[in-house]
C-alpha cells in the first residue's frame, strides 16, 4: 500500500475545515495510519521547503506556516499520492477548480489548505521527517 504525507495548513486549522478534509479523504478510501498536532519551526520547515528556499515570498512561507500548529498525517491507500493531488487540485487554489478542496477552500498558493507528497521518494522523505516508525499504524 502506498503512503502519502499530508499538512494540513494552519489556514485549513483556522476556517475549521479540518473535518471537511478528513471527510473527503475518507470518503476516497484512504486510510489514516498516523496522525497529529505539531507546531512547526524554522528547523523543520527550512528542511521540508529546502527547494524554495531563493523564493522572495520564502521568508512570508515560513511565517504562515509557523502561525499556529498544523496537524500531520499519514494517509495510506492505492494510488494515494495522485489520489489525493487529484482531489486537492492545483497548488494555487485560485486556478484549482470547484469541486477540489483547494478550489472549494482554498485563498492562494500559499494558503492553499493542504501539503501533499508529490511521489513516491518524497513521501518516503517526508514521513520519516514528521513521523517515527512509531508512530505509524
Do not use: W
Request: hydrophobic content about 40%.
Amino acid at each position: 500500500m502506498e503512503k502519502s504525507l499530508i499538512l494540513l495548513k494552519p489556514d485549513c486549522l483556522r476556517v475549521g475545515a479540518v473535518g471537511e478534509v478528513l471527510s473527503r479523504f475518507e470518503g476516497a478510501g484512504y486510510s489514516i495510519v498516523a496522525c497529529k498536532m505539531i507546531q512547526l519551526d524554522d528547523t523543520v520547515l527550512n528542511e521540508h521547503y529546502a527547494h524554495i528556499t531563493h523564493l522572495s515570498n520564502f521568508p512570508d512561507i515560513l511565517e504562515f506556516m509557523k502561525s499556529r500548529p498544523v496537524i500531520a498525517m499519514v494517509l495510506q491507500g492505492d494510488n494515494v499520492i495522485q489520489g489525493v493531488r487529484d482531489l486537492l487540485g492545483p497548488t494555487d487554489s485560485t486556478k484549482a477548480p470547484t469541486g477540489t478542496i483547494r478550489g472549494d477552500l482554498g485563498t492562494n498558493s500559499m494558503q492553499n489548505i493542504l501539503h501533499a507528497s508529490d511521489g513516491t521518494d518524497s513521501a518516503a522523505l517526508e514521513i520519516e521527517r514528521f513521523f517515527s516508525s512509531a508512530e505509524l499504524f
